[in-house]
Structures are given as C-alpha cells and as structure tokens.
C-alpha cells in the first residue's frame, strides 16, 4: 500500500518524454525499493511460494532466480522503453556472442537456411560455419551493400537474415530497410546487430528490424567491466526468443545486470561525447598525410552516409582508418609508440582503442582490399589535444620506421 508521503516513482516513460528523460527514469520503481532510486543487486535462485495453493498456481511476480529477478525486471523495463514502442520484450544475455547465437537459435531449425551479412562480427560467423552447419543449418554471406538485390540470394528455405550496419572492423553502411523489405516479403526474419549504435542511435526494430541485438559489453555498459548481451524483439519474434532463453537457461549474474542498468543512465551524455569526439579526430585524421581513407558514416565523403543519414540519429565512437601503403614494422612503430591509444579487443568504454584488423582472410561473398594496413579506432572519453598528441607520436615513429 502506498503510504500518502511516500516516496514518489517517477511516473513511467512515455511518447511524451524525450529519450534522455526516458533513460533516467525508465525501470525504477520507488516505492518497491524503499525510496532507494535504484534496484537492489537481488542474488537469488529460489524464491518461497507462501501457501501450498500459490505453489501448485505457480503465482508470484518471481517464481525463479533464472527466470528473473527485481534487478533483471528494472533493467528489461528500461531497455524496452529504449528500444521503443515496437519492443515486444527483451532478453538478457551473459555477452554479446550469446545473444547472437540464443537469437539464431531461437528463430532456425535443421534444414533451414540463413543469410548472413559479410562484414559480420567475425564470432558470428564462427557460429554459423560451426555449430549452425554441424546443426543442419546452411549459411549464405551477402555482401552488406546488397540492398535489395537480396531477393536473388533467397531460398525456399530461407528463414532469416542477419544484418550488422556498419560492421565493427569494415564500417560499410547497409540498407536495412530495403533488407528487411525483401526478408518480409519472403516471410524471413530480420536479426540486426545494432551495438555500433545501439537503440538511441538506431532504432531497429522501427526500421523493420525483428529482433535487435546489443553488445551490452560495449555502450550499455559502457565501462569494459562486464560482458553483457540483449536480445530486443517485436511482437512477432519475442516468443522465440522468449523460449530459446527458457530452453537454453541463458541468465546473467545480478552485479552485471545492475551495471548494466547503470551505465544505460548515462548512455545519451557519452554517447554524445563519443560521437563528438570522434567526429573531430577523424577529420583529423583525413588531413593527414600518413593516412588514405577514413571509414566513419557519419563523414560526407563516407560511402555509407547517405544511408546512415537515412537511418541513425547518430554515430559512435569506433572508426577505421586506412594508411596509405606501409611496412608492417611501421605500423607496429606507430602501435608501440601510442600510449593513450590501448591495444586490445572489445570498446564502448570510457577508453580510447587502437587495434589493426584485415578482413582479408575471412571475407567470402565480397574481397577486402582497402589499399593500405588498417586499424580501428574507438575514441573515448579524454582531451582531444592529447589523443591527437599521442597520435602525432605514433606518425613519427611510423615515419621513421618506413
Ligand atoms: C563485441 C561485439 C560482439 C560480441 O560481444 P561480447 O560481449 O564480446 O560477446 C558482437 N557484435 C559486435 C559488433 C561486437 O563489437
């Protein structure tokens, strides 16, 4: 019962709200959390029925840990609420690899076939080539500048397509609209992961998209200290992937769903820096001499900016960057000569990354040929003058080591 002062929950986002009020009030509940404005981290995996009857009814709001607790029902509300009104649920994954593999799984049988976007995150393609194929499941890579020339690739058989715009190493925008068109069409689903931009950037499952994946490793959490994965899906797909999680008995550890709801809370203000920040260093970067190309959408002279004009609302952090032709023992001079720039795997922290990538070697439908060594950049959160500083370092020892 609510006592008359009481503390107050803020009232539930709606239409009404803007998407950052929509962020720092979705999922709490004030009044079940004692006035605390955030959910308690609940580690449980049973919880007490009160009477033999509730039992054999199976009633109470929780009924087992791994089916979810008052941390997982703050951070799914608020998740929903960002994914938008298309959102039928969302589902918690312990990454981002086990969202993508729990959604392929949910939606595909034996004897089905899948089409596959070329610049997919390399994991996923190890899953298809792997455990899809030994599973009776045929996989087709496109080339992620397809459009609807998809129809072409399609089978009696097809039942899904998996996008990813832009993909994480190679950024070429997709048109995911023009996809998901055809995907209906032939009465496919359309699995998107969208971790580059996440939902306040790209919201998928407006833009045809069935079931939306988020690297929560990445912005979500936004701080490289936990791997988390979501699985958001339309009204048409939820049950999927409602029942692949139930079957597969995918759950997430309590401590890394709260940081996951909390680094949500800030996501519009470093994403904005992000993108801010990241805008600046790559016109940097395309004034100087050592460098061909810069792949970021979100620059004119990109590609894919038409589309991600189109379609995003934003850009994020991560980019590539092309040198023009080099030695390899340049490109490792300029690697070891970095110090703000860390090298190693993952981003969306509040970190600035370098790691050198190459397509080349796994690409199938389209070749990877960019006309010079390439690395990816995530550009976080520190003063611009001293990234471009620590990158003026790197070009010297690139320079000399030519
Ligand atoms: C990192 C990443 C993943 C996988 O996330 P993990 O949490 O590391 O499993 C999936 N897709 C993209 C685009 C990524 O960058």
């Known amino acids: 019962m609510k006592a008359p002062s009481g ?16 962020l720092v009030t979705a999922g709490r509940d004030t009044e079940a959390q004692r006035g605390f404005i955030n959910p308690p981290v609940v580690r449980g995996s049973t919880v007490l029925y009160p009477s033999a009857g509730d039992l054999h009814a199976h009633r109470g709001e929780f009924q087992y840990g791994r089916h979810g607790t008052p941390t997982t029902k703050a951070l799914q509300q608020a998740l929903m609420a960002l994914e938008g009104d298309n959102c039928a649920g ?16 949910a939606v595909l049988k034996s004897g089905d076939h899948v089409l596959v976007t070329d610049n997919a995150y390399r994991p996923t393609r190890g899953f298809c080539d792997g455990m899809l194929a030994r599973y009776g499941v045929e996989t087709t890579y496109f080339d992620p500048m397809i459009g609807g020339g998809i129809a072409s690739l399609f089978k009696p058989n097809t039942r899904a397509v998996l996008v990813e715009a832009p993909g994480s190493q190679s950024f070429e925008m997709s048109d995911i609209p023009a996809i998901a068109a055809v995907a209906h069409d032939k009465g496919a689903l359309v699995i998107d992961d969208n971790t580059w931009a996440t939902p306040l950037y790209h919201r998928s499952l407006d833009q045809g998209v069935d079931i939306s994946i988020q690297a929560a490793t990445k912005y979500i959490g936004g701080h490289s200290d936990i791997m988390f994965g979501t699985i958001a899906a339309n009204a048409r797909a939820w049950p999927m992937v409602k029942e692949a999680i139930r079957l597969l008995g995918v759950c997430c550890g309590p401590d890394d769903v709260f940081l ?15 993108q801010a920040s990241a805008l600046e260093m790559a016109h940097w970067f395309q004034a100087r001499p050592e460098v061909a190309r810069v792949l970021y959408p979100a620059l004119e002279s990109d ?16 980019f590539g960057i092309v040198l023009k032709p080099a030695p390899q023992k340049a490109v490792d001079a300029l690697l070891d000569t970095l110090t703000l720039f860390g090298m190693g795997y993952s981003w969306g922290g509040f ?12 690409r199938t439908a389209t070749a990877w040929a960019p006309g010079g060594p390439t ?21 010297a020892a690139f320079n000399a080591a030519k």
């Open 375 to 395: 690395l990816r950049l995530h550009i976080g959160l520190e003063s611009l003058d001293d990234l471009k500083a620590d990158f003026e370092n790197g070009f």
């Open 303 to 318: 590609p894919g900016h038409a589309i991600w004009k189109r379609d995003f609302t934003g850009a994020s952090g991560l």
């Open 260 to 274: 996951a709801l909390r680094g949500l809370r800030t996501l519009k203000v470093r994403l904005a820096h992000h």
């Open 351 to 362: 970190e600035s990354l370098v790691i050198p990538f190459d397509c080349s070697d796994y």
């Open 7 to 22: 503390p107050k929950t803020p009232s539930a986002p709606s239409s009404r709200h803007g998407i950052a009020t929509t």
């Open 90 to 105: 969302v589902g918690l994954a312990p990454s981002g690899v086990a969202a993508i593999t729990t959604a392929l799984l």
